[in-house]
Nanobody, 124 residues
Framework: QVRLVESGGGLVQAGASLRLSCTAS????????MAWFRQAEGKEREFVGF????????VYGDSAKGRFIISRDNSKNIMYLQMSHLKPEDTAIYFC?????????????????WGQGTQVIVSS
C-alpha cells in the first residue's frame, strides 16, 4: 500500500513561483511512476507530468512544458513540482499519484494511488 500526501499549495499572484511536495510512504516498487495531475473547478483532471521513480525520465503535459519542473528525492520519498510564471489558469487542485506498472501513462485512470490534493490559486 502506498500513501501520498501533498503540501505546498496556496494563494499567489500571477507570475509568481510555487513548489509543491508529495511525500510517499509505503512500498514503491520498481518500476514506479509518480505523477502530478490537476483539476480546475468544473473541468476534467489534467495530466501535468510524471517522473520515473528511480530513474531520470520526466514527461510533461502541454500546460507544464517550459514552466514546471518535476524532481524527486528518493532518499526522502518526496516528489516536487516546481511551478514558475504562474497564470490564473493554473488555478486548480493539484494531486500526486503513483503507478506501479512497467509502462508509463498520462491517463489518471491508470494510477492506483492518490493523495488528497493541494489547492493552488493564482490571482491576476
Amino acid at each position: 500500500q502506498v500513501r501520498l500526501v501533498e503540501s505546498g499549495g496556496g494563494l499567489v499572484q500571477a507570475g509568481a513561483s510555487l513548489r509543491l511536495s508529495c511525500t510517499a510512504s509505503g512500498r514503491l516498487e520498481s518500476p514506479s511512476f509518480m505523477a502530478w495531475f490537476r483539476q480546475a473547478e468544473g473541468k476534467e483532471r489534467e495530466f501535468v507530468g510524471f517522473v520515473l521513480w528511480g530513474g531520470e525520465t520526466t514527461v510533461y503535459g502541454d500546460s507544464a512544458k517550459g514552466r514546471f519542473i518535476i524532481s524527486r528525492d528518493n532518499s526522502k520519498n518526496i516528489m516536487y513540482l516546481q511551478m514558475s510564471h504562474l497564470k490564473p489558469e493554473d488555478t486548480a487542485i493539484y494531486f500526486c499519484a503513483a503507478r506501479t506498472k512497467i509502462y508509463s501513462s498520462r491517463d489518471s485512470a491508470d494510477y492506483a494511488y492518490w493523495g488528497q490534493g493541494t489547492q493552488v490559486i493564482v490571482s491576476s
